[in-house]
């Protein structure tokens, strides 16, 4: 809508017949490119919220995301609240802890 304010001005017209000023499409423009890259970044962010899960690695950055998540009805809360759920378990705070991920050189004898 913003950038169309910009290139085609003679769309938008106030009720008096004047065009609007060309800063009203950046304004609009900015915001909304603001959000896209916003919502974009956050999309990457709990992607590498996943692949930490995966590794069993940085489990309060997952626990921030998910709860960043909750705020993005209803997909959102719902992945967010499953995310806290089990990562507070206690067998999985055990994983955590005691990540088994490497062979211990003195038990190979």
């Known amino acids: 809508m913003g950038l169309s304010m910009v290139f085609s001005p003679a769309s938008w017209t106030s ?3 004047e065009n609007l000023p060309p800063v009203m499409g950046w304004i609009f423009a900015g915001i909304g490119g603001f959000w896209v890259l916003a919502a974009l970044i956050f999309g990457i962010l709990t992607i ?3 692949r930490y899960i995966s590794q069993k690695r940085n489990k309060t950055f997952s626990i921030v995301i998910g709860a960043i998540n909750c705020l993005f009805m209803p997909l959102g809360t719902i992945l967010g ?3 806290i759920v089990t990562l ?3 067998e999985v705070v055990d994983l955590y ?3 088994q991920d490497f062979v211990d050189a003195s038990k190979l004898g």
């Open 15 to 17: 009720n008096n017949g």
């Open 81 to 83: 609240i499953f995310t």
């Open 97 to 99: 802890e005691n990540k």
């Open 48 to 50: 590498v919220s996943g």
């Open 88 to 90: 507070s378990k206690k």
